[in-house]
């Protein structure tokens, strides 16, 4: 179809056509940095934290000072858990993958005396940790009973220089071993923390979830062997059968309040429930973004579909002397049709441009990654889909228009 007649009659209604060609690029612009945004936070949800999530509940105290005898009473309340029936392994650990909140990250030097850290890491550490989680070990081993070191040792030794009670190994994830050590074995190398601790690598796990900040790495994280108490921050893992949770959460917070009755409990969940606390943010986003994406949309079809039938209104009279002339009604529907396609192409440009533009201050400014080129082809499909949808009903309307009609205002 010629263009030149439709350019000519959208260059005598300038006004309205930019009006719509803006609603277009502003709809564009957006809805692609908003799938995009979307489709973020459906991958940061659907990060694998490495670990047996629903077998796993989590009790954990408040802090209620220190204590002379809280190591023994971390052992008594282990030793006690361990007996209730559906209780597969126990743990007493500092934090949990995906759990929001990091007690501990540590900074891994390769070498002594080196100023800056190879890398930002999650540190993790608690007895039994590996087993009750359900860490996957690639190669190398666990922590042997003689290696785990009590944590009131180790925070003196670290200030004062004392190797000897700090722990002399460390488990790595699979990620760290991989960027620290690529085309190598980790097995057996020494990394180095704060003052040049060294401490040499025993194993290396499968993928392993940091609690939060996973735009550093998600997976990189380390464990070393140090026991600590419930007075220490540290939380109670129970790993048991998933259709035994409820029954075994129960019976284990009655065991340990039967053993201190003046404990105070700050969180009784599964790690399901850990999980869902943790994205529940992301989740509202993703529905906001989702809410936006279909008003701009529903927005934009009602915009176009207005405007279409508004010049269809003022444009009967040269529609029926087309049609007099010998136009068929495919041949106005058409008109109509090429005539969106065209303000859809303009808008969808400048849509492109605007999308890249808010990119870049997404990328300045929240550190989000690259659009995706992918994203603005979708979204041009997607307007001149919606588009050509909204205009078909007028342009219908229009080819309707019977012949007569050219001749009633003469």
């Not at 809805?31 to 949800?45: G, S």
């Not at 990189?220 to 939380?235: M, Q, Y």
């Not at 008109?335 to 192409?345: G, H, M, P, R, S």
């Not at 919606?386 to 009609?405: C, E, S």
Request: net charge positive; aromatic share 6%; charged share 15%.
């Amino acid at each position: 179809m010629d263009i030149r007649p439709i350019l000519s009659t959208l260059h005598r209604h300038k006004i309205t056509a930019w009006l719509l060609i803006l609603e277009i690029a502003l709809t564009c612009g957006i809805v692609c940095n908003a799938v995009f945004l979307i489709n973020q936070r459906l991958q940061r949800m659907d990060i694998p934290s490495g670990i047996a999530e629903h077998n796993l509940l989590q009790i954990k105290f408040a802090y209620v000072g220190d204590q002379t005898d809280a190591y023994a009473q971390a052992q008594t309340d282990l030793a006690t858990l361990q007996q209730i029936a559906g209780v597969q392994a126990v743990a007493l650990v500092n934090q949990l993958p995906l759990s929001g909140h990091a007690m501990s990250n540590s900074g891994i030097k390769l070498r002594p005396h080196q100023r800056q850290a190879s890398l930002e890491v999650a540190s993790y550490y608690g007895q039994n940790l590996l087993t009750t989680l359900g860490v996957r070990l690639i190669s190398g081993r666990d922590f042997q009973p003689d290696e785990l070191i009590d944590l009131k040792s180790v925070l003196p030794a670290l200030h004062g220089g004392e190797l000897k009670d700090l722990p002399h190994t460390v488990i790595v994830a699979q990620a760290v071993a991989v960027r620290l050590w690529p085309d190598q074995s980790a097995l057996g190398k020494t990394i180095y923390f704060g003052n040049d601790i060294p401490m040499q690598v025993v194993g290396v796990s499968a993928p392993l979830a940091r609690p939060n900040m996973l735009q550093m790495g998600a997976q990189n994280s380390i464990v070393f062997p140090i026991r600590l108490t419930a007075a220490e921050g540290g939380s109670y893992v129970i790993r048991t059968n998933p259709r035994d949770r409820e029954q075994v959460l129960k019976s284990a917070l009655a065991a340990l309040k039967r053993l201190d009755p003046n404990r105070v409990v700050l969180e009784q969940r599964t790690y399901d429930e850990l999980r869902q606390d943790h994205f529940q943010d992301d989740r509202a986003m993703a529905g906001i973004l989702v809410g936006v994406i279909a008003a701009l949309l529903l927005v934009t079809a009602l915009g176009i579909a207005g405007l279409a039938s508004f010049w269809v209104g003022q444009r009967r009279r040269t529609i029926g002397v087309r049609r007099a002339l010998g136009a068929t009604r495919a041949n106005i529907l058409h008109y109509f049709q090429t005539e969106n396609f065209v303000l859809a192409t303009i808008g969808i440009t400048l849509g492109m441009l605007l999308a890249y533009g808010i990119n870049l201050f997404l990328m300045l400014h929240y550190e989000l990654p690259r659009l995706p080129a992918i994203y603005f082809p979708m979204g041009a499909i997607t307007l001149w889909v919606i588009g050509q949808l909204a205009v078909l009903g007028p342009a219908l309307r229009a080819g309707a228009v019977p012949p007569v009609v050219a001749t009633r205002s003469v």
